[in-house]
């Protein structure tokens, strides 16, 4: 059975930094794309950034690049997201979802989630 595991979320003052982490169970994580999304309150899903199997990374939002970066680490089955310079708005629920096609800003694509992970960034 597959599962995603997010970690690492918290309580955070602007311009702090925080890593996620998606931990896989019941599949290999080098073998499917995965991406982050958030929530934000009282607003839809979003994408954020994506990894593909052959290691490159997209993001979708344009504010949070240069800020946060998606990498992979194969040996402990897990996907991080780096994410520096927080601001107000980054706050939300963080989910981790993977699939075993391409990179997609839509959410439809992605077969596997998490249960997300929240990040409040407030001083």
């Known amino acids: 059975q597959v599962h995603l595991v997010e970690s690492g979320g918290g309580l955070v003052q602007p311009g702090g930094s925080l890593t996620l982490s998606c931990a896989a169970s019941?599949?290999?994580?080098?073998?499917?794309?995965v991406a982050w999304i958030r929530q934000a309150p009282g607003k839809e899903r979003e994408a954020v950034s994506c990894?593909?199997?052959?290691?490159?990374?997209?993001d979708y939002i344009a504010s949070v690049k240069g800020r946060f970066t998606i990498a992979r680490d194969n040996a402990k089955n897990t996907v991080y997201l780096r994410m520096s310079s927080l601001k107000p708005e980054d706050t939300a629920v963080y989910y981790c979802?993977?699939?075993?096609?391409?990179?997609?800003?839509?959410?439809?694509?992605?077969?596997?989630w998490g249960q997300g992970t929240q990040v409040t960034v407030s001083s």
């Open positions: 979802a993977a699939n075993s096609g391409l990179c997609s800003g839509h959410l439809g694509v992605y077969n596997y």
């Open positions: 019941g599949f290999r994580m080098n073998d499917h794309t």
């Open positions: 990894i593909s199997t052959t290691d490159f990374s997209f």
